[in-house]
């Protein structure tokens, strides 16, 4: 009696469930964190319908005006601190001297007045900034 031997093929598989349960997990780590990267000073800003900016790649600097007339910088730190306007535009012209595309932003609180806003803006466009961005908030209603 003979026996017939048949050899049994391994198959060889990738198991890609796992990959893809992590990558799920990253997204929504990323999806959470996203929101909080962008830290500044509390400031209420006015609305107004705009474009998004389009070069996302360049960190912007930030100059905030609270309601109480103070300037904060962000210069991508995170660390916001209560500067004098002379020393905000002496950094920003600093920081433009070696980087001449950085965007340059304001977030002008809406009860600051019109004129300090204005005169934030020039002082920063004298300091070198080649355009400075008015950040606002879209319309929460369509009129």
Avoid: C
């Avoid at 349960?21 to 609305?47: E, S, W, Y």
């Amino acid at each position: 009696m003979t026996r017939k031997i048949t050899k049994r093929r391994f198959v060889a598989e990738i198991n890609v469930v796992p990959y893809i349960d992590v990558m799920l997990v990253l997204l929504i780590v990323f999806m959470v964190t996203a929101p909080l990267l962008m830290q500044g000073v509390k400031v209420d800003l006015p609305q107004a319908p705009s474009s998004p900016l389009d070069d996302k790649d360049k960190e912007p600097l930030i100059v905030s005006v609270k309601a109480d007339g103070s300037y904060y910088l962000d210069l991508g730190s995170g660390k916001n601190r209560q500067e004098p306007l002379p020393e905000i535009v002496d950094k920003v012209a600093k920081v433009l001297r070696q980087k001449p595309d950085t965007p340059v932003l304001v977030w002008g609180d809406a009860r600051v007045d019109y004129g300090v806003v204005v005169s934030l803006m020039t002082q920063l466009q004298a300091a070198g900034a080649p355009s400075v961005g008015l950040v606002t908030e879209p319309p929460t209603s369509a009129r």
